[in-house]
Each structure stands twice: as structure tokens, then as C-alpha cells.
């Protein structure tokens, strides 16, 4: 059977299956909304970087004034003329440690910081006045935010008191007082111009998945949805190679799966002011890539599963640790080393992570081989059992 | 060989420990409508799914149209048409644009393709309805269209399995004049399966009695009635509002009386030897006070020669089949009599 004759048939098929799709109103509308919402879950439940904002916390004030002099009215002072700037606290005035505790745990703050009684007795005897940040145990996430921001806070304020009383001391100026309390300081720069933004970090990933949901989803379905119908048959029965039926029915799905990939592409870039970096023409490239490395994996579940019901049922088990471990949603060099070990083996997290080196960071060819490589590597082999497996399924 | 459209030799698929068609050899003669005829698992449709290459046989060969049905399956394939017991459709797209994948399928010229969708269409007076989405169809409108889907190829050969099932009786009606004219028009060679007696009957020159994944009887429908009644034997059934046991048994010990099925409280079918039976049954009768409501004198029917040859009735509802209360004695009528 020629080549060309397969192709011609395969065209056919994935001429019909898209008009079929194409006949339902709500299935159009549900092919925008849905890599729409996944944007939006993604993009907003998740923590985007360290920052918070207005968030509640308790401020008690309890330093005793030693001969009119109150460092800690001063500090707390700054300290509410910093956060009015930055707006990422809302400090409410508290009594002392349990009154704090109380207010933690109705749920009224999340921390709390405490000047002590003996602050300014302490600092003007030459000690270091001591502070206590207190934190909210049942949220670690805000707690470890607010964790930092104020000790930085405090530690600029304090450095601030530290330059004052060098100039004052031993009449140094602002830049060289600076100079002799922090001898270095930290610029942060990118290699790409921009602000790190979450949705730049996720989108890459989320084009690569949504490619292979359709794929690993679309796919099993297509195949054993037809095979329950009986309308598999009808084409079985024709002259046509088993492989025309499964090149067109993955035709469908690609095609599918890269109108949502490029709709995840266009609202990134309009309405998450996502910026890319790199070559379109190279995410195209790796789009069909990755439609070729999960290609296999999609034939193979459809060989495997001979009711619809099982093949839902396979892809959703194979679907989530995939999603969840490929580093689409989170960077894969922050997960412990054993999950990282099994990430290599997840074709999803070289998709993932080469979309995000070419859209992100405008990485060229050569610096995307490697998962080029593995990506095909991948393709090849499990097309090569996947092959045999779907021949022996057709023929039953 | 070269008048047989289809010849199988010693067919046979098994799913495992259990065997669907067992060593079944026949052969379907060109532009003749073949019946393959008995109960839901007697292995019909398996067997036309080897027929048509949508399974492969476990053992023995078929020839289909002049092809093997395993080695040369591709050009097995360009001679049929199968219309399966689920329509091959896609509901939401119209009459046209399913006939078109199809013979797109086949390899046909656009231009010889669109003008015979037309004339296929007319063929079941559809033209109206060829840019309607078949889901919009009643269910016999879409079978019309299932059965022209499966002559987009011109077939030599079409499979029919259960092609009138779920429909109403004036669809059944129209679908069996379909058939038979795509059979007088087209010489269309034919492989129909059905449960229905009265369909193969109707339909069929010739019958392939199937009952556990062999053929048990192959004949034509006369052929197979008359092997069964024997040369003498009549049958006859009588409706006795009084029936009872003494009155059956009055029966039962006639001489001339070969079996004697009860099929519901007032009817009871007797099949008695001799010229003079009628008048000896309907005596006896009398004597043993029944009233004689109605009688018939039965032609036996395709369902009596199933009952006859395997013993059971074609449909699994047994309950309210006819229970033999006789086995009959020699050259006679007898139910549970199985034939090689």
C-alpha cells in the first residue's frame, strides 16, 4: 500500500473527525475556555514569587522610655512609614505576646512583632535591642513570607540607625558609612530584560501539556469510542491501512492540541503580558515534537484498552504524575531527589523544559539538543512497542 | 468453484476456551441472498466478521470474491460491503459527508463519487435529506443510508448483519424491498444474518441453519421444510377452549399420532401419519368431550424445522415455547431429534 494512499486516506479522516468535532458549538467554545482556565488557575492560585500584600499583622510596642528616649517608638515608627510605602502589611496594635497569640489564632493576624520592654534600656547600654517576630505555625507559607520581610525590614531600618551613628560618631559620610556596614551589595540582573513573572514560567509548560492531554486523552478516546460505536469497523472493512485510521486520527488530535497550544501562546503574550524571548518558528518545531514523542504512548493505550471506559481510566491514572512531575507547574530543581530521578523518565519535562529555554530565556538550537534528543529517543521507542501492540489489537 | 462468490472450509474462531464458529464449510453462490439464520450466540456474526476480514480466523480458510480472506484481505476488501448490527455513522454529519469519507475510502474519483452519492441517495428516495445531519434521521431513514454507505464501492458482495434489528415494522418492510432490489438491480451477492425466521424466509434462495457455532441445516427454505414434515405427515393445530389432560392423552395414544406439542392452555399441535388422520384425530377428540374451536392444517415453518433440527426455539425467551409432551415414535415429527 502506497505511502501517498495512506496520507491520502489519513487526510480524510482527520477531515472528518474535525468536522465532527467542529459540529458541536459547545465543544468550539469549550477548546478556548479551556486552556483559558487553565491559565487562570494556574496563573493566580499559585503563589506568584515571595511577596505579600496587606497582609494583617500585630505590633505591640512595649519598650519602657529611658530619660525621654524611646528607640522603640522610633523603629516602630519607621517601621509604619516603610510599610505605608510598600502597603504589604496592615499593622494592628497589640498588647503583648498572648494578646498576639489570641489574635493568631482567631485568625485576626497572620504574625506579630514585639518590641520588647528593655529595648531602648538595652540599646543605649550598648546592647543589641532585640526584637521578637512571632508567626503563624498552622500557615507556613505567609509565616516564612512575613518571616522575611520583616527581618529584612528591620534589618534595613537597622542598618539605617547603624549609618547615622557613624556619621554622627566618627563623621564619616552616608556612602562610606554604607561602605563600611555592607561591603557588598547584591545586583540582581537577568539574561533576558523584564522582571521574572510566573505566568512566563508556567505557560511554556502548560502549551507542552495541553499538547499531550490531547494527545493521550484525544486520542484512546477517538479510537475506542469508534470501536464501541461500530463505526470503526467501517473503515476497518475498507481498503484502507490500519495505518492511514491511526495517522489521521492523530492528525485530528495534533491539530486539536496545537489550536490550543497557540491559544495558550496568544493569551500569555496579550493577557499575561508574557514576553517570548525566542524563535516562534522553534516552538512550532517543538510542539510537533512533542506530538511525536507522545504519539506512541497514545497508540499504546488505545491497544491496551479495549473499552472506552478503561482507556479513560489508564490515561487519567498515566495523566496526573505526569502533570504534576514534568516541572510544568513547578520547577523540577526544587523537587526532592528521588521525584527528580523519575521526572527524567517523563517525556513532558524535556517538552516542558525546552518550551521554557526557547520561549523564556530565547535559547537557540543548541542549547535545546539535549531534550531534542530524548524527545525523539522517546518518539521512536515507544512507537516501536506501540506499533505491534495496536496491529495485534486491530485484528482481534 | 468459479459460481461461488464465497467458500469456506473448515472456518473456525475461537475467543479462548470458548469457540464461536466451529469448523463451519460452506459456500455462498454469486447473486444469491444467503441467510445465515439462528439464535443470538450461535456464532452469525463472527462468522461474517472473519468473512469480511474484521477477524481472523483461528482455523481453516475462506475465499471471498476469488481472495483468501487472510493473505489477500486488502483486495478482499475492495469486493464488500458490510452493513453492521450497529450503523456505521457519524450522527453529526450529514448523509452526504458520511458517504463521501467513505468512498473516499475506496479510492474513488471525486467526480464518480459525487454523481454516485446522488444516485445512491435516489436509489432510497434521500435526495431531499442528503445535506441533513443523520442525527436529525429517524432510525429507519438512517438505516436507508446505512445500507447505501456500505454500496459506495459497488460491492459484489454485501454482508448484512441483523439489518432490520430495532426497527419498526414498516422500516423492516422497506429495508427487505431495499435489499432484494439492490440484489435484482445489481446481481449483489448476499450474506444476511438474522434471528428471524420469517426475514429469512421472505429474504433468502438459500439457508444456513446456525446453532453453537455450527451449521446444522443448509438448504433453501422449502427444502428445509419438507425434510422435516416427511412424506406423509401432517401437521395440525387446534384450539380447544377445554383442554385438559385426559384430552391430550386421548391424543397421544392414537396410532397415527407422531408428537404432540401444548404451546399455551387452549392450542396444541399434532403431527399424525396417514390419509385418514385428520378425521381419527378430530374422532378422538369428540369422544374425549373436547370442543373444537378452530383448526389449522400447517405448512411447517421455518421456526418448526429450527425446533426440529437443535431441539430448542431460536429465541432465548424459552418460556413460553411450546413443550414437547411426546417424543414422537419413527418417521415422525420429533422435537429433540438432532440431524447431521
Known sequence: MGVRRVLRHSAWICWKDLLEFSRSKLRLVMLVLMPLFMMMMVGFIFPTGSTISHTPVALANQDVAVNGISLGGDLVSNLTDANNKTGMMDLRVAAGFDDIKTMIQDGKVSGGVIVPPNFTADMLAGRQGYITLMTDQSNPQTSAMIQSVLTKLIEQLGSRVAEDNLNQTYNVSGLEAKAVLMPYSVQIRGIVPGNPNYFEFVAPGIMAMVVMMSLMTGLPHAISYEKDMGTLDGMLVAPTSRWAIILGKVLAQSTRGMIQGFIILLMAVLLFGVVIHGSILLVILLILLTVFSFVGLGILITSFADKEETATMVMMTLMFPMMFLSGVFFPVQQMPSYMQTLAGFLPLTYAASAMRKVMVLGAGVQAITPEIIILAVFGIVLLTVAVPMFKRAMNR | ?340
Open chain 2, 1 to 340: 468453484m468459479s459460481d461461488m462468490a464465497i467458500s469456506t472450509n473448515n472456518l473456525t474462531k475461537k475467543f479462548g476456551d470458548f469457540t464461536a464458529v466451529d469448523h463451519v464449510s460452506f459456500g455462498v453462490k454469486k447473486a444469491e441472498i444467503f441467510g445465515l439464520l439462528g439464535p443470538n450466540g450461535a456464532g452469525k456474526s463472527t462468522a461474517i466478521r472473519m468473512l469480511s476480514t474484521l477477524s481472523i480466523p483461528t482455523e481453516g480458510s475462506a475465499t471471498v470474491a476469488g481472495f483468501d480472506v487472510q493473505k489477500e484481505d486488502g483486495k478482499v476488501r475492495e469486493h464488500i460491503g458490510l452493513v453492521s448490527e450497529k450503523m456505521i455513522m457519524y450522527d453529526e454529519l450529514t448523509a452526504r459527508e458520511n458517504l463521501k469519507l467513505f468512498g473516499n475510502l475506496y479510492d474513488i474519483p471525486s467526480d464518480v463519487l459525487a454523481k454516485r452519492i446522488d444516485k445512491l441517495l435516489s436509489f432510497v428516495r434521500m435526495e431531499k435529506w442528503a445535506d441533513h445531519r443523520i442525527d436529525t434521521f429517524s432510525t429507519g431513514m438512517k438505516q436507508r443510508i446505512n445500507v447505501i454507505r456500505a454500496l459506495v464501492n459497488q460491492p459484489e458482495i454485501l454482508f448484512l448483519d441483523e439489518p432490520t434489528l430495532g426497527l419498526d415494522p414498516q422500516s423492516t418492510a422497506e429495508i427487505r424491498e431495499l435489499i432484494r432490489r439492490i440484489n435484482i438491480e445489481n446481481n449483489t451477492t448476499m450474506v444476511l444474518t438474522t434471528h428471524m425466521m420469517g426475514e429469512a424466509d421472505m429474504l433468502c434462495n438459500r439457508i444456513g441453519i446456525m446453532d453453537h457455532g455450527k451449521i446444522v441445516a443448509l438448504d433453501t427454505s422449502a427444502n428445509l421444510k419438507r425434510s422435516i414434515s416427511g412424506n406423509d405427515a401432517t401437521l395440525f393445530e387446534f384450539e380447544i377452549p377445554n383442554l385438559d389432560t385426559s384430552i391430550l392423552s386421548s391424543v397421544e395414544s392414537l396410532k397415527s399420532v407422531s408428537s404432540v406439542v401444548r404451546h399455551d392452555a387452549t392450542h396444541i399441535k399434532v403431527s399424525s401419519v396417514g390419509n385418514d388422520s385428520f378425521d381419527t384425530l378430530v374422532d378422538a377428540l369428540r369422544k374425549n368431550g373436547a370442543q373444537i374451536r378452530t383448526v389449522k392444517n400447517l405448512e411447517p415453518t421455518l421456526e418448526d424445522v429450527f425446533l426440529h433440527i437443535t431441539g430448542h426455539e431460536v429465541r432465548e425467551e424459552a418460556s413460553k415455547a411450546p413443550e414437547p409432551v411426546r417424543r414422537g415414535g419413527p418417521g415422525g415429527w420429533r422435537p429433540n431429534r438432532r440431524v447431521r
